[in-house]
Each structure stands twice: as C-alpha cells, then as structure tokens.
C-alpha cells in the first residue's frame, strides 16, 4: 500500500500535533519544521530527476567513447545501416586494389608421344603484394610421360593425390574473373587450363614491347632474365615453383606498373581516333 503524499500527510501530522501544541512559539516553530521538511522533500525529488539524467548521459558518453575507440582501431561498427567508418572503407578499398591484380603461374608435365605435349600439374595465383590466393596440385588426366621435375620441380607424389582437373579449372576462372591477369607467357598458363581471359585485362610481362626492347633489345626475355634486371632479384636457380614464378611477374609488373598503364591508354586512344 502506498503512502500518503506529503502535503496530506503534513496536515495530518499537523492536526495531531495541534492539540498538543498551545503557546504561538511553538506553533511557529511547528510550522517552520514543515516547510523545511515539504521542501527538502522537493529537493530530493529535483535530484533523483537530476541523478538519472546524468546516469543516462555517462551511457551515452560511455557509448560514444567505445564508437570513437572502435573508429580509432578501424572497426566496423554496424547499427542499422550506419554507413562504414572512413578507415574501414579505405581497408577494403586496399583489399579490393589488392585482389583486383592476381598474377598465376603454371607448372606442367609432358604427356602423349615423348612428352612433348603439356598437362597441367600445379597452378599458383597470389595478389598485388605477392600473397599465396591459390596454389594446387592437379591430378593427372593422363599418362605422364615426363614429370620434367628439373625445371617444373614436380614429382608423381606431387599429383598422385593433386585435385580434379575439373574442379581446379573452375575455381581458378571464378577467381579471374573481373580480375587484371598478370604472368610471363600467359597464352601458354591459359591454354593448359583451358580458359580464355579477356586480352585487355591481362598483362604479360613476355610480350610488354618497351620492357622486351629494355631489357632484350626487343626480344621475348625469360622471366629470369627480366627479375634480375627490373628488380635485381635471381630466381629459378634450381627446380621452378609457381608460386615463386607468379611472385617475379607481380614484382616486375608493380615496378613499370604507371607507365605499363600509361602505355596501354595512349594505345586505346589511337585505337579510338582511329
């Protein structure tokens, strides 16, 4: 049950206390006593609201602080359809421009009469700053006449339990696709895997004309040969990895990669006018 509100219990007590109270001092000093109760009764009222407010205000502030630490630390914060924060959009621009260049390469095995014919036997793809997206083995579709392990550094273990060509083969085209190609003698990687990319989204280090005439007086120079001149680096001192091979052609391509673009526009304006 709850209690009478204060004014009323204020005249009761008032009423109960006039009997006892007679001389005019008293009754003033009676009265004085309830005004000063009624009022701090107010009072305390006041700071209740007062204490809440300012409880729901050090949430609120608490709230903000951890948005604004999140924010620092490049968090996403999502509520609702809040809008991403501005570091976290530039993190997945990065990520996008990263994974926007993909560079692959291609080991192979001899198959059919002699072993001159090609078959795929691993294929490696990484990004813009060289990290591994992709690196497989394929199980052969064929007899292996020649594992040419010197140079593509492929075993029989290596693909006894690599996986379905099938399966690769589509994986590595979703991967590609929308994607700039970048490689060192992409025609032959792509026929291997028995996928077209379209030839204004590949860049081909082998077939680069002011790199070729740099680097071998207009010549096809090997992959070798043009890592040690752009980026002074010796690769494919032994056994080739597709991974390593796949890395070379990033380094290359990032190296030349404003003016190898720079190239490519100036050929599609004349291309345009003409």
């Known amino acids: 049950m709850s209690s009478p509100q204060p004014q009323k219990q204020f005249k009761m007590n008032r009423a109960k206390n006039n009997n006892q109270i007679n001389s005019p001092g008293q009754r003033k000093l009676q009265n004085s006593m ?19 407010q300012s409880s729901i205000t050090a ?7 951890k948005q604004s630490a999140a924010a620092a630390d490049g968090e996403v914060l ?29 080991e192979m095995v001899g198959v059919s009469h002699n072993g001159c014919e090609d078959m795929l036997a691993r294929v490696s793809i990484v990004n813009k700053r060289g990290e591994v997206l992709l690196d497989k083995y394929v199980k052969p579709r064929q007899p292996v006449v020649d594992y040419r392990t ?17 399966a690769v083969q589509a994986e590595v085209a979703k991967m590609l696709q929308g994607k700039i190609l970048v490689g060192h003698a992409l ?13 204004a ?24 040969r043009l890592t040690l001149s752009v980026l002074g680096q010796e690769i ?5 990895s597709s991974v390593e091979d796949a890395r070379a052609a990033m380094g290359v391509y990032n190296r030349i990669a404003a003016d190898w673009e720079r190239h490519i526009q100036k050929q599609q304006k004349q291309q345009h006018h003409i």
């Not at 009072?43 to 809440?52: E, M």
């Open 187 to 199: 025609r032959k990687d792509l026929g291997v895997l028995s996928i077209k990319h379209p030839v």
């Open 150 to 166: 010197s140079v593509s550094g492929i075993r029989p273990h290596d693909i006894e339990n690599g996986e379905d060509f099938k």
């Open 236 to 240: 494919q001192t032994g056994e080739h």
């Open 59 to 65: 949430a609120t502030g608490t709230e903000n602080q």
């Open 34 to 52: 309830e005004r000063l109760e009624l009022q701090q009764s107010n009072i305390n009222r006041r700071a209740a609201g007062s204490n809440w």
């Open 78 to 106: 999502v509520a609702g359809d809040a809008p991403l924060t501005k570091s976290a959009r530039a993190r997945l621009k990065r990520k996008a421009q990263r994974n926007r260049y993909l560079a692959m390469d291609c």
């Open 201 to 224: 989204h590949i860049r081909d280090t082998s077939r680069y004309k002011p790199l070729c005439k740099l680097v071998s007086n207009g010549h096809t120079p090997s992959l070798k």
